[in-house]
């Protein structure tokens, strides 16, 4: 555990998918949520244009609750080349980054004053990098991780962290490797099967985009 913990404060994230407007805001209220930061690389929706940044800062405040773009920052589609291998984004690199660290930096922060959910697109968060990505490093600070799922229903970090080695068939327990090994070991392995891939006009060995934050789009 890194020492600059938070003292337990709880920051939530939550998916857009296909909601309502209606349906999202309510999400919001039943958490008590005081603040958005949208960690999509591009805040745009096709299908679901409740959910494109202007219109939805606009509703946002009109509900009381503040809204801070950080998909430069926190976002999985990556300008630096720095953080690709090949045509593929990696997380382990992109988490290394100083434009990322400034962004879990100003989460940190802002986690003291108010009650943040993390917005990306996909409804589960073990399919999305908000977590497997940016909780994978929130996680160092002590803070307490609650995913806000689809049917609204909450669930902690934990134990979406379970329902991910359970999905990449990393055990829970190993002779060899410690826990933390292994949890680190899932992050990894479901970091490379969702991370997004720079697709090209022709590919010429198959390789076709991974799913992204944007995904639903």
């Given at each position: 555990m890194n020492?600059?913990?938070t003292?337990?404060?709880e920051l939530y994230t939550i998916g857009h998918s296909n909601h309502e407007w209606s349906v999202f805001a309510a999400l919001l209220r039943k958490n008590s949520i005081t603040a958005i930061?949208?960690?999509r690389s591009s805040p745009y929706s096709r299908f679901n244009p409740q959910f494109n940044r202007e219109l939805l800062e606009r509703m946002l405040n009109e509900d009381g609750v503040r809204y801070v773009f950080l998909g430069r920052e926190l976002g999985a589609r990556r300008d630096e080349p720095e953080c690709y291998e090949g045509r593929q984004a990696r997380y382990e690199k992109i988490a290394e980054s100083p434009l990322f660290l400034e962004g879990i930096g100003r989460l940190l922060k802002g986690a003291k004053e108010n009650r943040i959910a993390l917005l990306c697109a996909e409804k589960d968060p073990i399919t999305c990098h908000r977590m497997v990505l940016v909780c994978?490093?929130?996680?160092?600070?002590?803070?307490?991780?609650?995913?806000?799922?689809?049917d609204g229903?909450?669930?902690?970090?934990?134990?979406a962290e379970r329902r991910m080695m359970s999905a990449t068939g990393v055990p829970?327990?190993?002779?060899?490797?410690?826990?933390?090994?292994?949890?680190e070991e899932a992050y990894r392995q479901q970091g490379l099967r969702i991370a997004w891939v720079e697709p090209e006009d022709e590919p010429s060995d198959g390789l076709a985009p991974a799913r992204s934050e944007d995904y639903l789009e």
């Open positions: 020492e600059h913990t003292d337990h404060l930061a949208d960690v994978r490093t929130l996680r160092r600070y002590g803070l307490d991780l609650i995913h806000i799922l689809d229903n909450v669930e902690s970090n934990a134990d829970e327990t190993d002779l060899f490797q410690s826990q933390d090994e292994l949890l």
